[in-house]
């Protein structure tokens, strides 16, 4: 059978009508106290599904109170937070797009003003470099995490995702990249801890291993999409110095979990990664022989020949989404495809 972004793709049970994806991207629409999205969110994800994207990954969702890092980030910790989204999944589902909801803490990557006086957290005291999205604060030393602490987050992933799905979605997306809270547990340079979440990369992983092991209770693992990146938002001289020994663990635990849908993210696909001949992407195909997602912006005419070579699975758009909400259509028609300009959006983080 020929390879086409415009072909159908399965997933396990999930089917979507053709290759492109909607990449995850903050947009900052939501009620800033109560964390529920309105109908304005609702039109803006519909018209993406109308013009036909296969699927749709939302910006990140907040999974508790202290996850979030600017403001407008919507939530779903609460029984209102997720009956706000169902308007927007009832919306994309009508034009039989699929979509799942990405769940989200920052971590060290936010402010006592956007956390209503509370310190973001970490597993380590060691602040963030730069300032704050919006605010333009520096980023304060956030509270080092106690134990206790780290397994209700687990749980809270959990308890998101079991809202998620009561809340119409077909599944959900882990950020664990970026320099988030998991990716700031993966890093030696963020993780300082001397306990079970700490030291030997294992230790570090064991985080998003529990997320997993967690989510997966109220998620079919052919529906939970892990997103990783070596590049992190709030360090930019940050590489990891053993690439190939950070994807065979971080693919090992997905094995482990038989979870079917991976999400590497870079800022320019087919970059070769500072400490590895190869891209980020191409050293996951390596090792990972399940769905692969890519991204990083592709152009809209190299997307075909990425899947035709089967070097990834599906293709993600993320700007070019915003300023084409039929981008899909017009990738058939061999359109003109608008490019995207700042002023297209309020924010895009992640």
Not at 92 to 102: N, P, S
Not at 169 to 187: K, P, R
Not at 272 to 300: D, K
């Amino acid at each position: 059978m020929t390879r086409s972004i415009f072909s159908d793709y399965k997933i396990g049970n999930l089917t979507l009508d053709n290759r492109i994806v909607m990449a995850p991207m903050t947009r900052g629409f939501a009620d800033n106290e109560t964390g529920e999205v309105n109908y304005l969110v609702a039109d803006y994800y519909g018209k993406r599904a109308r013009y036909g994207a296969g699927l749709i990954i939302t910006e990140g969702i907040a999974i508790n109170e202290l996850a979030k890092g600017t403001y407008g980030i919507p939530g779903m910790f609460t029984h209102r937070q997720a009956l706000s989204w169902q308007k927007v999944t009832r919306e994309v589902h009508q034009y039989k797009t699929r979509i799942f909801a990405q769940l989200w803490h920052v971590g060290r990557v936010s402010h006592q003003e956007i956390l209503n006086g509370h310190a973001p957290v970490a597993p380590s005291p060691i602040a963030a470099i730069g300032k704050v999205h919006r605010l333009r604060n520096p980023f304060p030393t956030p509270r080092a995490l106690m134990n206790t602490e780290i397994y209700q987050i687990i749980d809270d992933y959990r308890d998101a995702a079991r809202n998620a799905m009561e809340a119409g979605f077909d599944g959900v997306e882990i950020h664990a990249a970026h320099g988030y809270l998991i990716d700031q547990f993966i890093s030696e340079k963020t993780n300082q801890r001397q306990d079970e979440f700490g030291g030997s990369l294992q230790n570090r992983l064991r985080f998003l291993d529990l997320i997993i092991k967690e989510v997966k209770k109220v998620v079919p693992k052919n529906r939970i999409s892990i997103r990783i990146s070596e590049k992190k938002d709030d360090d930019t001289d940050y590489v990891w110095e053993y690439p190939e020994e950070m994807v065979c663990a971080i693919t090992g635990i997905l094995a482990k979990h038989q979870l079917k849908i991976l999400h590497p993210s870079v800022e320019n696909y087919g970059d070769t990664l500072q400490n590895e001949p190869r891209s980020l992407h191409a050293l996951f195909r390596q090792y990972w022989n399940e769905t692969l997602i890519a991204v990083g912006n592709i152009a809209p005419d190299k997307g075909s020949n990425i899947i035709e070579e089967n070097q990834a699975d599906l293709i993600a758009f993320g700007q070019l989404f915003i300023s084409n909400p039929d981008l899909v259509v017009r990738l058939k028609a061999d359109q003109v495809i608008f490019p995207y300009k700042v002023k297209d959006q309020l924010t895009c983080l992640n």
